[in-house]
């Protein structure tokens, strides 16, 4: 409407608050100021994987809540036996302590990274990745268990049918979540480790320069998974 | 490219940041674990589960994730969508309750 | 959404930008969030198909046999979908509404009424089509209190689009309006959309939607709505871009017997359908038989409803025909053949080369409807056309 080019004022400081989203938004060129292209797509990506999973978990609160039959009792379910005593939810416990271990390790690795230190970066990246595949192994020990216990998607011996079907899908949605990101972060861990961002070399399928930004990118990824296990480990496990 | 290069600067905060955090997501954890180990029923366990949950979520979002430390627009553009989950899950427990309410009226014969 | 909302030309502010990106960009976001809910129905559905799962199929009896299902919920079902469902209505919806605007403000000659309104309207209704989906569910079974919610929202979202609707024509209002073709489709929306628009409005308070329910006065409001509307809006689309993805004008003589064909052919076909559904007549049925309450002359109508399907269908024959016979005949059309503002028509190349703007990529200096700007030298004044140092216009608004 005015005739005049926008002040781009990338140096200027920038207002906080809610001026600072009315000018953020309505400035030249970018919403998100700070914000590079692929990180801002991975915060989108995100946001609508969080309605996948929201979604999945809606549908399993409704089928439990309005059920008729008795809901089997998680903390039973998924007791171990440990040296004679039944120890409730302890697998599920050590799962969880398993993914936030590898949630401080990839901060770490975030973190070293912007400091351009390849080898902590890589190596924490590693450690992610080997905690990650520690979990999608439990799981797997958690799946056999379960079914060698009678539990199927269309059944199981303790209650309502769709206890099988909502632990099956929404924790297999999740681990194969946890997978792809173990592969990501071996892929990036690699990258890292023959210094391609340090060259800034150009990647194989974009030729664009590799930043050390990728790594705060599957960090986002990584930590989104993570996210996720506590509103199951809460919702599921411990409802 | 002067803005690329400045974000590739990228964030850098103290370790000692991401340690306490790390540590105090240990503790909510065992928390919540606690809570079904010491068999908490009602509200209470209701209640400290998902406070515990939002407590965990936070510290991950913000402190991992970096969401401190973003503009209030990218704050914002992500944490508003999601209330319409929240719509979602209070019309759905309220469906809920209405189809159990259905059943256990009118299907008390059929249940198998 | 990406580009739109990190890879902005210089000067392109998101509220410079055309209605055109900005439907779009709103409706890709909403993809963005509505999917899911699709996307996790279908899994169930898959899983209730294939494993025995039984998330939707509660327990049934089919051919004298009982199925392995129990406890399952279909209005669980209708709830995912509907979450998904309607947003998605204005998936399709927003692009056309955001090209109507700029076909109408290019081919009226004058710059669009209320553009920020505009901006906030697409806004107001991608937001609001989140909490309006069990509309579709009132005789579903749901929880009979959801009425009373979903009603409002409804009703509160036709806000947002009659301002939409009362802006179209305010932009037209002593427009300087070119009849061509895109023109001519572009109205044709304006109609047809209020027409579904209002019957919406009978849709959306429960207790007239209860016995319109499964009538084809549904049919009637989905089509004229959602079907029809916004393909008038993609042919006028295709009309007014064609020149530019082509370099060749489509025939205006075969466009012009499409469009009459399509539209006068479109409100013979859906139009009736009103009628029959005030009379009973339930939607998907193939062959009613004798009902007490629907007259012989349903039959009649359902005849001549058909007869005027294949005369559309036939003009979609020769639309077809156009396209590709414009493609080596049609007349030269030119870089900019309507005058337009907007950056598209600016290229130095048409069509467009690789990148669309060769080495350098323009600057825009003003919003995309500088039309019959008042003391400029020619009746529109493109986006990325610089600030002419003193000119008398500038003082206009």
């Known amino acids: ?239 | 490219m002067a803005h690329a290069a400045a974000s590739a600067e990228g964030q850098q905060h103290p370790v000692k940041l991401y340690l306490v955090v790390w540590g105090w997501l240990f503790v909510l954890s065992a928390f919540s674990y606690s809570v079904d180990y010491f068999h908490l029923q009602g509200y209470l366990r209701w209640f400290l589960i998902l406070l515990l949950m939002a407590l965990k979520a936070g510290l991950i979002v913000a402190f991992f994730m970096h969401m401190a430390w973003e503009r209030l627009a990218l704050i914002y553009a992500i944490l508003i969508p999601p209330v319409a989950v929240l719509v979602f899950v209070g019309i759905m427990v309220f469906e809920s309750d209405y189809t159990l309410f259905m059943r256990e009226t009118f299907f008390r014969l059929g249940q198998g | 959404m990406v580009t739109v909302l990190q890879a902005r030309t210089r000067g392109m502010t998101l509220m410079r930008m055309p209605l055109t990106v900005w439907g779009i960009f709103t409706a890709t976001v909403m993809a963005l969030l509505a999917f899911p809910a699709l996307f996790v129905g279908a899994v169930m559905m898959l899983l209730d198909r294939l494993l025995g799962t039984s998330f939707f199929m509660p327990s049934l009896v089919e051919m004298g046999q009982h199925l392995q299902h129990s406890g399952g919920s279909p209005i669980l079902f209708q709830h995912l979908f509907w979450f998904f469902g309607h947003p998605e209505v204005y998936i399709v919806a927003l692009p056309a509404f955001g090209i109507v605007s700029d076909l109408i403000s290019t081919h009226a000659r004058r710059n669009i009424f209320g553009y920020r309104m505009m901006v906030w309207a697409i806004v107001a209704i991608g937001a609001l089509s989140f909490v309006v989906w069990a509309h579709h569910m009132y005789v579903s079974g749901m929880n009979p209190y959801f009425g009373f919610f979903f009603a409002t929202t409804t009703l509160i979202i036709a806000i947002p689009t009659a301002i939409k609707v009362y802006n179209w024509l305010l932009t037209l209002w002593h427009g300087d309006i070119h009849l061509t073709v895109p023109m001519l489709f572009a109205l044709a929306f304006i109609v047809t959309f209020l027409n579904g628009g209002l019957t919406g409005l009978f849709l959306g308070n429960v207790v007239v939607d209860v016995p319109l329910s499964d009538t084809m006065f549904v049919v009637a409001h989905f089509h004229m709505v959602m079907g029809v509307a916004p393909i008038m809006v993609i042919f006028g689309g295709i009309y007014h871009w064609y020149p530019k993805i082509t370099g060749r004008m489509l025939n205006e003589a075969l466009g012009r017997f499409h469009f009459w064909v399509t539209f006068l052919g479109a409100y013979a076909v859906f139009f009736p359908m009103h009628y029959l559904g005030l009379l009973g007549m339930p939607r998907r049925y193939p062959e009613i038989g004798e009902t007490s309450f629907v007259p012989d002359s349903a039959a009649t109508l359902n005849a001549f409803i058909s007869v005027a399907a294949l005369a559309v269908g036939f003009a979609q024959m020769v639309f077809l025909f156009n396209l590709i016979w414009s493609l080596s005949r049609g007349r030269q059309a030119g870089g900019n053949p309507w005058n337009a503002t907007t950056l598209e028509w600016q290229t130095p190349e048409t069509p467009p080369g690789h990148g669309n703007w060769g080495k350098e990529l323009p600057v825009v200096y003003r919003w995309a409807y500088d039309y019959s700007v008042p003391g400029a030298e020619r009746d529109f004044v493109p986006q990325n056309q610089p600030p002419a140092r003193r000119a008398t216009w500038e003082a206009a608004p």
């Open chain 1, 1 to 239: 409407m005015d005739a005049t080019p926008t002040d781009t004022g990338e140096a200027l400081a920038r207002p906080a608050g809610w001026r600072g989203v009315a000018a953020d938004w309505s400035s030249d060129q970018r919403a998100f100021k700070n914000v590079s292209w692929g990180k801002a797509m991975m915060w989108i990506f995100l946001l609508s994987d969080t309605f996948i999973f929201s979604c999945f978990l809606i549908s399993y609160m409704t089928v439990r809540m309005s059920t008729t039959v008795p809901w089997p009792n998680p903390s039973e379910v998924f007791a171990l036996t440990i040296g004679g005593t039944s120890v409730p939810l302890i697998l599920i416990a050590i799962m969880t302590f398993v993914l936030i271990s590898s949630s401080g390790t990839m901060a770490m690795a975030v973190n070293f990274g912007y400091r351009r230190d390849r080898v902590k970066t890589a190596a924490l990246m590693l450690m992610t990745a080997a905690f990650g595949a520690t979990f999608v192994g439990m799981q797997a020990f958690e799946w056999t268990k379960l079914i060698h216990e009678g539990v199927r998607p269309w059944e199981n011996p303790w209650g309502a049918a769709q206890f099988g079907a909502a632990f099956f899908m929404i924790t297999g949605f999740h681990g194969t979540h946890v997978t792809i990101g173990v592969i990501f972060l071996l892929v990036i861990a690699r990258k890292v480790w023959r210094g391609d961002f340090d060259q800034e070399k150009q990647g194989f399928f974009t030729s664009r320069k590799g930043r050390y930004e990728i790594v705060e990118i599957t960090g986002l990824y990584w930590h989104f998974v993570d996210l996720v296990w506590v509103f199951i480990f809460a919702l599921f496990y411990l409802w």
